[in-house]
């Protein structure tokens, strides 16, 4: 199972949120999830259930024990590229060092690495003019030529 997140906090994480579900089969289902409902699809095979967070998606440590089974935990949020660029991102979630903007500290996930050259080669392909990368850590970003 994949497990799409955001955030009612993120206003660029609503709307991409609104705009997946209204793209995609996602259907609401009766569970609810931290006071607001589910969602699943079947997308190409894999079954995919959509979550949102009233509050920020970076102190959501606690979604792999609510959802044991996701096999990719992807979060639909804004991020600022270091360069100040408009910039389409793909990173792992955590912090190398202390958490100063949440999550924990000197604690990061697992790079799920070809989900994540996926999810950059369809954003190129999709993309028309903004930077794509990424994100190495907080201080540097990998750029892949479109």
């Known amino acids: 199972m994949i ?21 995609y089969p996602f259907a609401k289902t009766t569970a609810y999830y931290r006071e607001s409902p589910v969602y699943t699809a079947e997308i190409d095979g894999k079954q995919v259930s959509f979550v949102t967070l009233n509050e ?3 102190n959501a440590q606690y979604l792999q024990k609510d959802y044991p089974n996701a096999e990719l935990v992807v979060f639909i949020s804004r991020h600022s590229s270091q360069s ?5 991102s793909v990173h792992t979630t955590g912090n190398f060092g202390e958490a100063e903007f949440g999550g924990l500290p000197r604690t990061v996930s697992v790079a799920p690495a070809a989900a994540m050259a996926t999810a950059l080669k369809t ?3 999709l ?6 990368g ?9 750029m892949v030529p479109a």
């Open 3 to 23: 497990l799409l997140v955001h955030s009612t906090r993120d206003i660029a994480g609503v709307n991409i949120a609104n705009s997946i579900l209204q793209r």
């Open 56 to 58: 920020e998606t970076v």
């Open 84 to 88: 100040g660029k408009p910039t389409l």
């Open 123 to 125: 954003l190129s392909r």
């Open 127 to 132: 993309n028309g003019q903004l930077s794509l």
């Open 134 to 142: 990424y994100e190495v850590y907080t201080k540097a970003l990998i």
